[in-house]
């Protein structure tokens, strides 16, 4: 039988996505998660906490590989490190890590903190694959029905290339179940939008009327997203479904 794959963050956005495709290509898996959840046939869930530790070596033991999807506005590093001790006392043999776009030119504290998971993983000693993925489709829904909430939504001088989360699921599924390949070319949108493209077209998919405000990012963030530091317009396998078939699913039909 052969030893079951780790997931972490297994059941955040993308985790939800990525576990039933290994399972389904014969994998057992096991998803380490804070809260635990209810295992099924293939899919077991354990309860551990990279943030303390509790928990992470047992969850470990007996895997040969670990997808890491665990991650946040914060703290990417520390719970890449705990992770990463786990795995060389368990002799983990492939290290999968999911980051983001933009890691290593974007001067914003969270991602320093991406790009030193990164750097953790890559010097692990152990084998290992990052793939850096554009902002998920979902994620960009959350940040527009936030901000139409507001009477005036504001628009802030950015340029996105949002991607699919099942895109980016089946990319994943398919290098955790390769060989270890390193940095791996990103993953992206095959459009790139205005956030103020990506707001007008869920106020109109969600019938919504909202006055709009433009805005300017300021200092070297915002110098830096001007400068298209967190798009990857070469060498990126890009994704096929665009916002608008997205929203076509999840906001009109919802209407």
Do not use: C
Request: charged residues 25%.
């Amino acid at each position: 039988m052969n030893p079951p794959i780790l997931v972490t963050g297994g059941t955040g956005t993308l985790g939800r996505l990525v576990t039933p495709l290994l399972r389904d290509a014969g994998r057992p898996v096991r998803v380490l998660s804070r809260r635990g959840g209810h295992s099924v046939p293939g899919i077991e869930h354990v309860r551990a906490d990279l943030r303390t530790g509790e928990g992470v070596e047992r969850a470990v033991r007996g895997v040969d590989t670990v997808l890491h999807l665990a991650g946040g506005q914060q703290g990417d590093d520390t719970l890449a490190r705990t992770l990463v001790d786990a795995a060389r006392q368990a002799d983990v043999r492939h290290l999968v890590l999911v980051s983001v776009v933009g890691a290593d030119r974007l001067p914003l504290a969270w991602m320093r903190t991406k790009l030193h998971a990164e750097e953790t993983i890559g010097g692990s000693g152990l084998p290992w694959t990052v793939l850096r993925a554009a902002q998920l489709h979902d994620l960009v829904l959350t940040m527009a029905q936030k901000l139409t909430a507001l009477p005036v939504v504001p628009l802030p001088g950015l340029r996105l290339q949002s991607v699919d989360g099942r895109e980016v699921a089946d990319r994943l599924a398919e290098l955790t179940l390769g060989t270890p390949a390193g940095l791996v070319p990103d993953i992206v949108g095959p459009q790139v939008h205005t956030t103020g493209e990506l707001i007008r077209g869920y106020l109109r998919a969600s019938g919504k009327r909202r006055l709009t405000l433009p805005v300017r990012l300021p200092g070297k963030a915002g110098r830096a997203y001007r400068d298209g530091a967190n798009l990857t317009l070469r060498d990126a396998t890009v994704g096929t479904r665009t916002w608008e078939a997205f929203l076509a699913e999840r906001v009109v039909a919802a209407r």
